[in-house]
Every structure is written in C-alpha cells, then in structure tokens.
C-alpha cells in the first residue's frame, strides 16, 4: 500500500483491537520499504481517532457491513487517496476476479481467457 499510494506522508488505519500489532511492526514495516523500494519509507502515523469496524462477534455476522476481519487502511495524509489491505476487501477482490472460472467449473459454462 505504501509504494502504490506513492506518497510522502501516510496515514494507517487499522481495527481498533489491532493497534498495538500495528504499532510493533511499524520499524519493521519501514525497514521493509526501504529494502524493497530502496529509499527511505514515508512519515507513517497510526490513526488513534477513527478505526476500522471491530471483528465479527459471532460466524452469523461475518457477512454484515459494519465489520473488518482485520487488515489495514492506508490513506495519503489528507484523506483524498485510500489503499484499503484489509482482508475483507482482499477476499472481495479474489472473489469477483475469479467468478467467471468459478461459473464455468459449476455450470460447464467456458470461462473467458484473462489475459
């Protein structure tokens, strides 16, 4: 998230049971960017104002709106431009890109070839 947002000053949202993970792997986060991009990591501040949707209480409410299953929300300082890893969106992503193979393997319909 931090290499796509491409920006000087991030922001990172996370659950608010999660905080303290979040805030342990931030050097190590970091270190990884620079590793990885080679330069220096942007300035990175934890969100402690507004948070994520807490986990789901029970298995019935995985699918309601007002939840996360964890991940991240990374925003540009100001707010304009959101890079949401959260393993929610991940698994929403993977879903719609795999549903026409999906169909093809239930119904014997041809998937479309993804190039």
Excluded: H, M
């Amino acid at each position: 998230a931090l290499g796509k947002l491409a920006e000087n000053d991030v922001l990172i949202r996370t659950r608010k049971v999660d905080q303290s993970i979040v805030k342990e792997v931030l050097e190590e986060v970091k270190q990884k960017y620079k590793d990885i991009f080679g330069q220096d990591s942007p300035t990175i501040k934890l969100n402690e104002k507004e948070f994520l949707p807490p986990p789901p209480s029970s298995a019935e409410n995985v699918d309601e709106e007002d939840n996360c299953c964890g991940g991240v929300a990374v925003t540009s300082a100001d707010g304009n431009i959101v890079c949401s890893n959260t393993l929610d969106d991940r698994l929403r992503i993977a879903y719609s890109q795999n549903l026409p193979t999906i169909r093809a393997t239930l119904f014997g319909i041809e998937a479309p070839v993804r190039t």
